[in-house]
Nanobody, 119 residues
Framework: QVQLQESGPGLVKPSQTLSLTCTVS?????????WTWIRQPPGKGLEWIGY???????YVSPFFKCRTSISRDTSKNQFTLQLSSVTPEDTAVYYC????????????WGQGTQVTVSS
């Protein structure tokens, strides 16, 4: 019954900031889960980006260093991803998902949204 839905632009120009929102239905993001962003570039495997924890804390993979910010809005039951200075290598399908225990065990996923970085 839990549903997650990604929203945001499908096309972003190089050097711009990608902003995506995950809207969660039938569950509160303040419940004890880790609300996670994951992406899959074409021809590659899944890449873990980071999460907004139920406690309010956030964590971003060191791989993305200072390019990525994750936040949440509990009043809207949403969490967001901002990826700055994008390049064509950021082209991917971006997913939001619920991690049930913080150990990359995902019981619910969004459908994913295609993001293309191109001029």
């Amino acid at each position: 019954q839990v549903q997650l839905q990604e929203s945001g632009p499908g096309l972003v120009k190089p050097s711009q900031t990608l902003s995506l929102t995950c809207t969660v239905s039938c569950a509160s993001i303040t419940t004890n889960y880790y609300w996670t962003w994951i992406r899959q570039p074409p021809g590659k495997g899944l890449e873990w980006i980071g999460y907004a924890a139920y406690s309010g804390g956030t964590y971003v993979s060191p791989f993305f260093k200072c390019r990525t910010s994750i936040s949440r809005d509990t009043s809207k039951n949403q969490f967001t991803l901002q990826l700055s200075s994008v390049t064509p290598e950021d082209t991917a399908v971006y997913y939001c998902a619920r991690d049930q225990n913080g150990g990359s065990v995902y019981d619910y996923w969004g459908q994913g949204t295609q993001v293309t970085v191109s001029s």
